[in-house]
Antibody, heavy 121, light 110 residues
Framework: QLQLQESGPGLVKPSETLSLTCTVS??????????WGWIRQPPGKGLEWIGS???????YYNPSLKSRVTISVDTSKNQFSLKLSSVTAADTAVYYC?????????????WGQGTMVTVSS | QSALTQPASVSGSPGQSITISCTGT?????????VSWYQQHPGKAPKLMIY???NRPSGVSNRFSGSKSGNTASLTISGLQAEDEADYYC??????????FGTGTKVTVL
């Protein structure tokens, strides 16, 4: 079955760029029925949608993060990635990647296990 | 965009029914039937429980049901069980083609 796995550094220094990759296995990222998204959760807090990408490269971003976020896709590797620039301690969170079913559901039906990213010097 | 509003906590005894509300605006919850609900146990990734207001994915117990009235969506858990103790989040598609989550509700089984 389809699985998603996040990977990337667990520690990032303030003002630097956070970079994460989500690898999709058990299915193709190049499906017309899905977008692929990033969601984060600061320790002890709620979920925040960061943005989503289609296999063609079309993107949608959270307006509050848009100036710092870039999401890209590499269909040859069945991966999509997140870059968040100028990070601060407020960006410390568990970062999840997830599959977004569009047209029918408009919901995130499959999630990765999440990866903790700490912003600290 | 501000988070959808949920009660911080809801509790109930085993076997009882509880309802969690999720209040938004006409630009999100009230404007689309794209409200979903997620269950999250401690240290785990969220799990989709309800999509399109009231539909259950395959494998989700029929004790979970969803509804919507105006700008407020609701999740009802009937026949409450110990395993239902978790955090629950609503989410909605918005008029800006973005997604927004709720503030989250901690469900306690007494």
């Amino acid at each position: 079955q389809l699985q998603l796995q996040e990977s990337g550094p667990g520690l990032v220094k303030p003002s630097e760029t956070l970079s994460l990759t989500c690898t999709v296995s058990g299915g193709s990222i190049s499906s017309s029925s899905y977008y692929w998204g990033w969601i984060r959760q600061p320790p002890g807090k709620g979920l925040e949608w960061i943005g989503s990408i289609y296999y063609s490269g079309s993107t949608y971003y959270n307006p509050s993060l848009k100036s710092r976020v870039t999401i890209s896709v590499d269909t040859s590797k069945n991966q999509f990635s997140l870059k968040l620039s100028s990070v601060t301690a407020a960006d410390t969170a568990v970062y999840y990647c997830a599959r977004l079913v569009v047209v029918v559901m408009e919901a995130f039906d499959i999630w990765g296990q999440g990866t903790m990213v700490t912003v600290s010097s | 965009q501000s988070a959808l509003t949920q009660p911080a906590s809801v509790s109930g005894s085993p076997g009882q029914s509880i309802t969690i509300s999720c209040t938004g605006t006409s630009s999100d919850v009230g404007g689309y039937n794209y409200v979903s609900w997620y269950q999250q146990h401690p240290g785990k990734a969220p799990k989709l429980m309800i999509y399109e207001v009231s539909n259950r994915p395959s494998g989700v117990s029929n004790r979970f049901s969803g509804s919507k009235s105006g700008n407020t969506a609701s999740l009802t858990i009937s026949g409450l069980q110990a395993e239902d103790e978790a955090d629950y989040y609503c989410s909605s598609y918005t008029s800006s083609s973005t997604f927004i989550f709720g503030t989250g509700t901690k469900v306690t089984v007494l």
